[in-house]
């Protein structure tokens, strides 16, 4: 207990403040960390979305510790002290992640965008012409089995054309639609030495033109004779089986079918015989009506 007149001891307790003042600065080190920790990880989501499979199957065997293990220094192992190359891991392991990253450029970039665009568009082109190809074959296929029927069932309707029919063969040829007007015996379409078609060919004729004229293709007529006709030589099977094609092309124009239809008209004299195996019977005697095929459809810049 102090003596009468000495001054009292005082004892003062100071409370220190660590930090940033009242709330302390731990907050500004968190959110730094929360910072960084995004940076990171929208840098990874820009690489993941920019880089291709290859690039990245690069950047996981770098990271990956087999690729590491493959020494070519050091003592090996992971912490071995290891090189990914020959030339350290400064040159190689940062180098050959950069270079497919960023792969380099063709030489001519604008020329390299034009011929990959040119050959798209030129594979395209290619597949639109084979398909528009293929529809008009359908459609042309189509055109002759309906003209066919349309011919048969005409010679079914008419009495006149009933006893023809056994004259008239139609089928479908690599060049069209062909329609033959036969001879049978006692049943010539001719007239014995005669280019001009009797009346029973002219009957055929004039049924046939309504088909013909439901189609658009273009006509091919072609006259043939039997061999030994009349005993006459082949110079005047030539002539007489011209003659003869081009007096059936008289009557389909007369009976409507379009002049501008007409392609061509020969006389074959006995070169192409029906019955190969017997060229002197009388269904060698013949006149040829083919509808023929149009053209392929060819693809753009199609050369010869």
């Known amino acids: 207990m102090a003596s009468y007149g000495e001054a009292p001891i005082l004892i003062k307790k100071v409370k220190k403040v660590v930090g940033g003042g009242h709330h302390g600065g731990g907050w500004k080190v968190a959110y730094a960390d929360f910072v960084t920790a995004m940076m990171a990880f929208f840098l990874l989501m820009w690489l993941i979305n920019t880089t291709s499979p290859e690039q990245k199957r690069g950047i996981a065997d770098y990271f990956a510790p087999a690729s590491v293990s493959e020494s070519t220094s050091g003592t090996g192992g992971i912490l071995g002290g290891t090189a990914l190359g020959d030339q350290g891991v400064k040159s190689d392991g940062s180098q050959s992640v950069i270079s497919q990253l960023a792969p380099e450029a063709p030489p001519n970039v604008e020329d390299a965008g034009k011929s990959s665009q040119a050959g798209a568009s030129g594979g395209v ?66 007239n014995e030495g005669s280019s001009q078609p009797n009346d029973r060919a002219r009957l055929l004729l004039r049924s046939i033109a309504k088909v013909i004229n439901q189609l658009h293709n273009r006509i091919s007529i072609s006259g043939h004779t039997s061999s030994g006709l009349m005993g006459s030589s082949k110079t005047d099977d030539w002539s007489l089986s011209s003659a003869r094609a081009n007096a059936s092309r008289n009557v389909l124009q007369q009976a409507g079918v379009d002049p501008d239809r007409i392609y061509q008209v020969a006389g074959k004299a006995n070169s192409d015989p029906l019955y190969t195996d017997d060229p002197t019977l009388p269904g060698n005697r013949r006149i040829a009506i083919v509808l023929l095929r149009e053209k392929p459809v060819l693809p753009p810049n199609h050369g010869p």
């Open 125 to 190: 082109s290619q597949a639109a012409a084979e398909a528009a190809r293929e529809a008009a074959e359908k459609r042309e296929a189509d055109e002759f089995e309906s003209a066919a029927q349309s011919l048969r069932q005409a010679m079914q309707n008419l009495p006149e054309l009933a006893e023809l029919s056994k004259q008239v063969l139609v089928d479908v040829t690599p060049e069209g639609l062909r329609i033959q007007l036969v001879d049978q015996e006692g049943r010539a379409m001719f």
